[in-house]
């Protein structure tokens, strides 16, 4: 089946920095690419929508200036957290979706520790 | 948007015997509803879909049925193993390919 990565698993960064996290198609092409947060305990909650060669759509309650999303490429898609802070720490899973095709891939997903 | 609810939090269910778990979605233009198992610190996979064009659909012990009128679908496992003690999680989307929304989560413990 379609491989889908994220690099790092897991992260440690200090309160007022940056975080990119990365998220890799590695054996298909991804037009579309959804980006999730998953707090301890709780559901998937979407973050974004991220489109090859367009801006991210963004869901009601996130901050686009914060959590931005760049998809340069058609297997690449970044989430760069800015000025983390600790209640930024969660993990952050991405999925794909086959261009031209209907399934929908996940990532292992990215624990983020902000202290 | 899309709102999906989810019921129970939690189920215990003795080794052997049946978990069901029920969920209901707002947005009447949903149309493909898959479910997802989620172990601690790993990825949701998924376990089975169902469409709406299709009313039930089974696949060696997991079942879903889907009542669109009451915007009803639930997840019944039969013959629970230990290994089916994990984060369930239901979901509503327009299509495969578009975002998921989902449920808030049921923790499935199987007592050996």
């Known amino acids: 089946g379609a491989v889908v990565s994220q690099h790092p698993s897991w992260v440690i960064c200090k309160s007022g920095t940056s975080v990119k996290i990365e998220c890799r198609s590695l054996?298909?092409?991804?037009?579309?690419m959804f980006w999730y947060r998953q707090f301890p305990k709780q559901s998937l909650m979407l973050m974004a929508t991220?489109?090859?060669?367009?801006?991210?759509?963004?869901e009601q309650g996130v901050e686009k200036d914060k959590f931005l999303i760049n998809h340069a490429s058609l297997t690449l898609s970044t989430l760069t957290v800015t000025s983390a802070h600790p209640e930024d720490s969660s993990f952050y899973i991405c999925?794909?979706?086959?261009?031209?095709?209907?399934?929908?891939?996940f990532g292992p997903g990215t624990r983020l520790t902000v202290t | 948007g899309e709102n999906v609810e989810q019921h129970p939090s939690t189920l215990s269910v003795q080794e052997g015997d049946s978990a069901v778990i029920k969920c209901t979605y707002s947005?009447?233009?949903?149309?493909?509803f898959p479910w997802y198992k989620q172990e601690l610190g790993k990825r949701p996979q998924l376990i089975i879909d169902?469409?709406?064009?299709?009313g039930e659909k089974k696949d060696q012990r997991i079942a879903v049925t889907l009542n669109k009128t009451a915007k009803h679908f639930s997840l019944h496992i039969t013959e629970t193993q230990p290994e089916d003690s994990a984060v369930y999680f239901c979901?509503?989307?327009?299509?495969?390919?578009?975002?998921?929304?989902f449920g808030s989560g049921t923790r499935l413990s199987i007592r050996p």
């Open positions: 947005d009447s233009a949903s149309n493909y």
């Open positions: 979901a509503a989307s327009y299509s495969s390919a578009s975002k998921i929304i």
């Open positions: 169902i469409r709406s064009n299709v």
């Open positions: 054996d298909f092409q991804a037009t579309t």
């Open positions: 999925s794909a979706i086959l261009a031209g095709g209907e399934e929908q891939y």
């Open positions: 991220s489109n090859e060669g367009s801006k991210a759509t963004y």
